[in-house]
């Protein structure tokens, strides 16, 4: 009968609809292994109006705790905090006592002899007091309640400063903070070379700018369509259909800020609360999160470095199930650079049409960063994959237009439409300024024309100098990219080693870290990729700091491999 590492099931915590009702049920791991029975959820009304808790412990049902309360004055983020604490009850039946293993918090149940107490952390609301209102034990159903009265004494109201649930799930963007904390650093006058950041260091080309200029100029200042001009999304459907090979008429087409906010903005579309979104990992950093924001679990399929970072079709047909809604697909790759051969997605697309419920999708802001002899495929123009497709693009990558903040989606207008409908409650239409500056950009040639095409060759070069730089040292493993403008690269053979005045570098993170204080080079750790032996690299710079990078990641290196042969 014991009760180990009860576990928190975040889709058993709800606001009923009293007002400020909580109810969390904490469940004990057996009924994770195969038992789909829930827990019971028919507790006593709330009828009182002083908040009250209520533990309610019922051994017939697989062993369930449930804490539920209401707050309908002050004591609703203390009282929310004290559930938060919750992270583990042990009991047994016959002991008939439940513990709290976390040092916050701690349950007594009933006995014969004694009533029921709760005790609470010290970090919580000093004013907070327990006085127990009721007790009773039902032996022959085997449920023991315990109610008791919080008291706020203080005579305060306090604001609650709680933050949604969907909120707190969402853990913030690392390649936001590192790049910030490099900027903080090179401002207050530390020469730090910044590669943590994915943003072309070109200017805008002329032609793109002036456009912009023009516009602004003429008045062009004012509101535009939600979903974009006719003019921008006519040009876009004509972009797809001349380089992609997929045919799109403008209403099939979402202009927004950034494709970012497209590739949000669809997984709301198109996703339902407890629907899984299949991430391939290494993964960019918000595809987990965005899944998360819509209340979808991320499922991770991971890809080694042997395998140059791509999807195993074969994995992602044994990890499908019904609950299966978006595969999200990004060729060229952020963070490995690696691109999808078209035999490989033909083979992915082949396991994709095996499942009706199954969207993809195409993340391809990349698409013309590319380093032949690869080529880029659109997963929308394979066999039977248009309708399935959503694709996603924009201009920050190719054109250096990271500021002018315009991305794009592709697909079936039925998706488009619910796009369309969460963008017109949200920020309505992208900046009129820069859409005009987008239709410039693709009026310069087939894939941006020249200047997209200088921008391509010095990214090259950039790679090709730091992939003979690494090579050379020992440990690292190398996956060559052929794509974008990043460096994936596995320094795990270096975890594990103490340095002095610094400490133990254990992950990637501590690694980063290690580089950006003892080296001066800003770098983004792979953990924020889903995958921990690697660091990111971002060659987006000029070859001179790229050079002065070079070095100063050498003498770190240097110090750690003498560390690592003692």
């Known amino acids: 009968m014991d009760l180990m590492c009860p576990l928190v099931d975040p ?15 904490l469940v004990s791991s057996d009924m994770h292994q195969g038992r789909k029975k829930r827990p019971p959820t028919h507790l006593p009304p709330i009828t009182k109006p002083q908040p009250y808790v209520i533990l309610h412990v019922r051994y017939k049902f697989r062993r369930c705790f449930v804490l539920r309360f209401q707050s309908s004055f002050t004591e609703s983020s203390q009282l929310r905090t004290m559930a938060a604490q919750i992270s583990g009850v042990s009991s047994t039946c016959s002991a ?9 918090l701690a349950f007594d149940s009933l006995s014969s002899t004694r009533s029921s107490t709760i005790s609470f952390s010290s970090n919580l609301n000093a004013n907070l007091s327990i006085k127990c209102l009721e007790t009773r034990r039902h032996h022959k159903s085997s449920t023991i309640c315990s109610a008791v009265a919080v008291e706020n004494n203080s005579g305060q109201i306090e604001l609650d400063t709680t933050l949604s649930p969907r909120v707190n799930s ?103 609360p407890g629907d899984e979104v299949i991430v391939p990992a290494p993964f960019w950093v918000s595809y987990p999160e965005m899944a998360r924001l819509a209340d979808a679990t991320p499922v991770i399929l991971p890809a080694s470095i ?36 078209k035999k490989l997605l033909q083979d992915i697309a082949q396991v994709v049409a095996k499942h009706p419920r199954l969207l993809v999708i195409s993340d391809e802001i990349y698409e013309h960063i590319i380093y032949a002899p690869a080529v880029h495929t659109s997963f929308a123009s394979l066999p039977g994959m248009w309708e399935r497709t959503l694709t996603v693009n924009g201009f920050s990558k190719a054109f250096a237009m990271t500021g002018w903040r315009l991305g794009y989606i592709a697909g079936p207008k039925h998706f488009i439409a619910a796009c369309n409908k969460i963008q017109s409650q949200s920020t309505s239409g992208a900046s009129s300024v820069s859409q005009k500056a987008a239709v410039a950009a693709l ?30 040292l020992d440990g690292v493993k190398i996956s060559e990219p052929q794509g974008a403008f990043y460096l994936f690269l596995d320094f795990s053979y270096y975890y594990g080693t103490e ?38 690299i971002s060659y987006a710079a000029s070859l001179p700091d790229l050079q002065t ?18």
């Open 170 to 272: 969402v853990k913030p963007s690392k390649t936001v903070a590192i790049t910030d904390q490099a900027t903080a650093l090179v401002e207050a006058g530390v020469p730090v070379v910044r590669l943590a950041a994915g943003e072309p260091d070109f200017d805008t080309p002329a032609v793109i700018a002036e456009a912009g200029i023009n516009a602004i100029r003429e008045g062009y200042t004012r509101y535009t369509p939600n979903a974009g001009t006719l003019e921008l999304r006519t040009a876009i459907c004509k972009k797809l259909k001349e380089e992609n090979g997929i045919s799109y008429t403008p209403d099939q087409i979402v202009v927004s800020n950034g494709a970012k906010q497209s590739i949000l903005q669809a997984i709301l579309a198109v996703c339902s």
């Open 443 to 472: 009026g310069m040639g087939h894939a941006g024309g020249e200047a997209v095409s200088h921008m391509v060759k010095a990214f090259r070069e950039r790679r090709d100098f730091l992939l003979s730089f690494f090579r050379e």
């Open 549 to 566: 990078a070079a070095d100063r990641i050498k003498e770190a290196i240097l110090a750690l491999k003498t560390t690592v042969s003692l």
């Open 499 to 536: 340095v002095d005045g610094f400490g133990l570098i254990k992950d990637s993170e501590s690694l980063c870290r290690y580089l950006l204080e003892k080296g001066q080079v800003a770098l983004v750790p792979g953990d924020a990729f889903g995958d921990d032996s690697c660091i990111r």
């Open 306 to 341: 042997s395998e140059n970072f791509l999807l195993d079709p074969k994995l992602l047909e044994s990890k499908l199930t019904e609950k299966s809604r978006l595969l999200i697909l990004c060729s060229p790759s952020n963070p490995t650079g690696s691109v999808y051969p």
């Open 96 to 104: 008939g006592s439940f513990r709290d293993q976390s040092p916050g």
């Open 11 to 25: 889709r058993w915590c709800h606001l009923s609809q009293q007002p400020y009702v909580v109810q969390i049920i």
